[in-house]
């Protein structure tokens, strides 16, 4: 009888935890009590086990709910699957420069959990737990606490006040409901993407630009038809726009060849080996300028040969790099000098 009654009550709190997830605004001891068919009185009794087991708190106005913030999930992972998290973690620990207790948290727990499995491995998660703890990395707790807060609104579908400061020092406030959370590798940076208003449109926030967020009670649905897939798809990263994706052409110079084969930078590339074992690149791109860090990291090995205008971009930033160093430059376009050649190695 005694096991029978404790098996009836460890389903009940399954089933509270199963309801109030379900529910993130809570629900009161009345109306689960009428979902589960049991008297008031029994989920009162429950209270006690509910908040050890399930971090659950009751409000002021005396709904139950899961603090969502401090909510343990069981995941439960294979070797291989747990190796895909630490390769993505490594990626996260140097493609940042801020510290992340969240991050450096769970890369402990998964490494605690893989100790005896995969000791090995667990060592490398715990290390690079560290990295993300360690004070080397930038401390910035108005970051992490905006972050927390976005990840709140996300989660529970609740608009935000935000304060955004521009490039120019001017600071705007906004309404935004957050549609999803982005890294951005090149800029080491994080961005979300959402409903702003005004002007009531989609639009992009770079988080570390974000000096305040405030969670409102305003609720908001995320379309049907949103997609970040598709609305990032063409982008180089976190550009997108609605107009029509640009034609980008490389060519890069046969020294370079096999490296840019080697690595698919863009879903839509492809890519054309000359007879001379240099390489032509093409892709449709949402907005190229995003491309111009990348494009310059190749130096004199990549000519851009459209569009138009990025072309141009690229000669007039490489004249002026040649100024800068003290060597002649064509005021020509597309002119050249012994002096020029010399300085680009005579490729």
Not at 116 to 126: C, D, G, I, N
Request: aromatic letters at 8%; proline letters at 5%.
């Amino acid at each position: 009888m005694v096991t029978e009654r404790a098996a009836n009550k460890s389903e009940r709190l399954l089933r509270i935890e199963a309801l109030l997830l379900a529910y993130p605004e809570g629900l009161s001891q009345a109306e689960l009590a009428r979902r589960l068919g049991v008297n008031r009185s029994t989920i009162n009794r429950d209270l006690a086990d509910l908040t050890a087991r399930f971090a659950v708190y009751e409000t002021d106005d005396g709904r139950l709910c899961i603090d969502r913030d401090h909510y343990l999930m069981n995941v439960r992972l294979t070797l291989h699957e747990s190796v895909a998290l630490h390769l993505a973690a490594r990626l996260m620990t140097t493609r940042t420069d801020k510290q992340n207790p969240h991050a450096a948290a769970a890369l402990r727990k998964l490494g605690l959990a893989l100790e005896k499995l995969a000791p090995f491995v667990a060592e490398h998660l715990k290390a690079s737990a560290e990295v993300m703890d360690d004070a080397a990395q930038r401390h910035d707790p108005v970051y992490l606490e905006v972050l927390e807060t976005l990840t709140r609104a996300w989660s529970d579908r609740r608009k935000v006040r935000v304060w955004h400061k521009m490039e120019d020092g001017r600071v705007f406030e906004y309404s935004f409901a957050p549609y999803f959370i982005e890294p951005y590798a090149v800029g080491q940076t994080t961005h979300v993407i959402g409903w702003r208003e005004p002007p009531g449109a989609l639009r992009t926030f770079k988080i570390e630009r974000l000096q305040r967020a405030e969670l409102t009670d305003q609720p908001y649905t995320i379309p049907a038809d949103f997609d970040p897939r598709n609305l990032l798809a063409d982008a180089w990263g976190i550009w997108y726009t609605e107009a029509e994706p640009v034609q980008v052409v490389l060519k890069f110079h046969p020294r370079v060849a096999q490296r840019v084969r080697e690595t698919r930078w863009h879903r839509s590339e492809q890519v054309e080996e000359q007879a001379d074992g240099s390489l032509i690149w093409r892709a449709r791109v949402a907005e190229p300028r995003e491309m111009l860090p990348w494009i310059r990291g190749w130096g004199a090995d990549v000519e851009v040969l459209e569009p138009k205008d990025l072309r141009e971009t690229m000669m007039g930033e490489a004249r002026a790099m040649a100024e800068k160093y003290g060597w002649f430059v064509s005021s020509q376009p597309g002119g050249k000098s012994s002096t020029l050649d010399d300085f680009f190695g005579g490729r």
